[in-house]
């Protein structure tokens, strides 16, 4: 064979194969590419309360995404339509108080709580007229709150610390707001509210706060609480948001102030306010969860608390049914949590 000969096959192989390379490249078989993580959207609703704030960082930073869930926090006001949207499947899970929580279950409507968010650390408390200055001094006044809510389970445990019940106080039933409103007006003797009536009281010397919920930790605390049908169907979408609460609270505890940032933005208040919230409520990491929640063969604090809340509203005929705390409370993802 000439030499001619010889290049002239090597120049026509090498066109046959850029040829055929051509054509496999516009035939449509791409090169494969990884998969995307498939993602789930799960729908919580939430009322505009700073103690919810961490769901918005677990979303606006990515770490709901990061455990293939796609949340949408739907911003729903009235607890009764909180709970209607969660009863028709309207909604996958509530951010709600363990007061809450108990009489949702007794009312037939189960829910699996799996993470606390927050706990009242001086937000909610009792302000008193000057001249009383012991829980005992409140035998025979008139005490102004909501019956059957977390701030009657919080006059609960202070009257029980210092050996007294409701009978040795005369019950006036008010909402918080309200409450605190009519002490500051002066016309009762003492109101169960939260803030800014309690720092609204004490700064035009109305009278002072005999005892916060910073006394009193695990009572009023922020929940996370799935319908349970959801949890049931869906225990590795439970386990990725316990995973990214973990992660998101690790991460504020590094970056407060864009932390902050965030969360008034999500709740659509200004940064200041949500700082002044901060300062009496606590927001719960990982490790306090763990801690205070304990498990079924150790219970923390909050099984104590919630077996409390549920007996006084069995007692007071707010609930007909005494729901166990341990077919509510699951602490079975933070046992798991990455």
Known sequence: MSKKWFKLTAVLTLMLFVAGFAAGCGSGQQPQQAAAPKTKQVKIAISTWSGFGPLFIARDKGFFKKYGIDMDIQMIQGLAERK??????????????????????????????IWALADSAGGDGILVKDGINSVQDLKGKEVAFDYGTAAHVFLTMVLD??????????????????????FVSGKIDAAVTWEPWLSKATKESKGKVLATS???????????????????????????VVNAMKDAMDWYAANPDEGNKIMAQGLKISEQEMKENLQVIKLINYQDNVKMFGDADKPGVFYDNMNKIINLYYDKKIINTKPDPKQIIDTSYLKKAK
């Open 84 to 113: 209607q949207a969660l009863a028709g499947k309207k909604v996958d899970g509530l951010a709600i108080t363990f007061d809450i929580v108990s009489q949702t279950v007794a009312a037939g409507l189960p829910v699996k709580v």
């Open 161 to 182: 610390k210092a050996g007294m019940t409701e009978k040795d106080i005369k019950i006036v039933q008010m909402t918080g707001g309200d409450a605190g409103a009519a």
């Open 214 to 240: 910073k006394d009193f930790p695990g009572v009023i605390v922020d929940t996370i609480a799935f319908h349970a049908d959801f949890a049931k169907e869906n225990p590795d979408v439970l386990q990725g």
